[in-house]
Each structure stands twice: as C-alpha cells, then as structure tokens.
C-alpha cells in the first residue's frame, strides 16, 4: 500500500480523542475521576495535616503541566505508621484514591503521594494553594472557620504534624507562614483557648557551616478542655 494509504487506515482506527490520551499540550484524556466530598469532619482533619507537613505540587515543563500532586511528609521512625495507615485511611475516604509510599535511607524522611488534576484543583477551590504557602499566604479555609467541630479537627491535624508539646505540657505550633500563624491563632481563641505567638530564625548545616534559614513563628497554644492531638507520643504529655 502506499503511505496516504496507510495513513488513512491507521485515522479510521484511531479514537476521536487520541492526542488528549496521549498527553497532548491541552490534554484531559488521561485526568482520573475522584470522589469530590462534602465538608465534613475527616476532610477538616486531613486540611489541617496538609497544612502542616503537605504540600500541592504543580510541575510545568515547558507550557505543558506534566504533574499534579500532593505530597504529605514526616519521618520513617515516627510517622510511618500514621501516615500510611490513618492519613492514608482519610484520603480513602474523601477521595477514594491510593496512596504511594516514597523513602530516604539518607536522612530517615518520608512521604505519601497521590497523583491528580482534580484532586489538586478541588483543593485548590476548597482554599488549599498550590506551591509556597509562605509566598501564596497560606491560611485556613473560610469552611473551617465558619464550624466549630470543623475547626477542631483542623487544629488536631496541624498539631500533628507541626505541633509539639514540652515535658511540661507546654504546647506549641511551629511554622514559616505568618498568616497561618495568625490563623492558628485565631482557631484556638475561637474554640476559648489562649495563645500568643513569637519570632526566631531557624538555621541549618550545610557542609559543616551553620547557616540562617528561614523566619518561623512559634504559636504557643493553652486548650485547657481539647486535646489538640491524636499522636499517642505527643496526646500523652
């Protein structure tokens, strides 16, 4: 046959759609389905742990976006089994999506993945930004200020994740983002608790030099009838 031939038998076969499929420049041929929830308490909760130790990555090459995803992080030795078992068990939940498991033997870190344009841009419209949450002003969601149980089980997630408590029982929320600080903030005061916040600047080791890193605020957080925590190792102080 000759090569139009071939050519227009090949175009018979092909599906109306087959470039989107492929991952075309405007390509939604290959966008998976989610289950997109209603508010609800376990979504309040899972909003709170993205705020502390998530992140929603949107990776361009190019003009072409090439990934979406949501990427949760802790430590092997202490958050393995909460992040795999119940993070993993409230993004089942809500959206009806695995998790993957990635890990560091360098420096003991982990974190869970779920890839998806819609899971990402329902986030993105529930009030959760993509990138920065320093440089995007990260807060929380007007929905979860506006309910109290709501509330709650925000401040249980981000406790979680970014929260630490002393020997003493001295609670704290630590973060790069001053609106979140602010925030925090305001969500213990509204559910009649006390907190106050301050300044420091963290540092970290490159090569064996101690070098200033970023500007964290340190919320310190008085619940005197919640406790902020699910943790055993932290809920038990």
Known sequence: KTHLGNTMELAKKLKDNWGKSKGGLNSGGNTKKIIFP????DLAELFGIILGD???????KGKKIRCYA?????????DYNYLTTYVANLIK???????????SKKDNGMHI????KNLILFLNK????????????????RWIKNNDIYLKMCIRG????????????????????????????????SLGGKSKHSTRITHYTHNGERRAGRKSWRVHVRLPKINPFLLS????R
């Open 70 to 78: 949501l990427k949760i992080a802790g430590h092997v030795s202490e």
């Open 233 to 236: 190792r932290k809920a038990i």
């Open 38 to 41: 209603k508010e609800n308490e």
């Open 158 to 189: 981000l406790m979680d994740t970014d929260g630490t408590v002393g020997e003493t029982g001295h609670v704290e929320f630590s973060t790069t983002s001053e609106q979140l600080a602010k925030d925090v903030q305001y969500l213990v005061r």
């Open 54 to 60: 998530g992140h929603l990555e949107v990776f361009k």
């Open 113 to 116: 993945v779920v890839h998806g």
């Open 126 to 141: 529930k009030g959760l930004k993509s990138g920065n949450k320093k440089i995007h002003l990260q807060g929380i969601p």
């Open 93 to 103: 939940k809500n959206f009806n999506e695995e998790i993957k498991i990635k890990t």
